[in-house]
């Protein structure tokens, strides 16, 4: 009875920590939208390196090693992230 409780009070912990994380995660898309922010491309739009490399900018995507593993995993190909990294070097130096 006592570890069914334990498990109950777990669960809810659980549920209103993943309802923070989303409103805290709709918050920020709002004020990004705000401030002129685009959301971010899906791979399979039509690709628009420019405002990738602001997303990369922004750091969306992390730092190197981690940002070019997170391009991928999207679904982004090498040279469309070689594309995005120019830009983001141009803008940056």
Do not use: C, H, W
Request: hydrophobic letters at 45%.
């Amino acid at each position: 009875m006592k570890r069914n409780k334990l498990l109950i009070i777990g669960i809810v912990a659980l549920v209103l920590a993943l309802m923070v994380v989303a409103i805290a995660v709709a918050k920020r898309r709002e004020s990004a939208v705000a401030k002129g922010v685009k959301p971010l491309p899906k791979p399979n739009d039509d690709f628009d390196a420019e405002t990738l490399a602001l997303v990369v900018i922004r750091g969306d995507y992390g730092n190197e090693p981690e940002r070019t593993a997170n391009l991928l995993q999207e679904g982004y190909t090498t040279e469309q992230i070689k594309q995005i990294q120019a830009i983001v070097n141009e803008t940056i130096y």
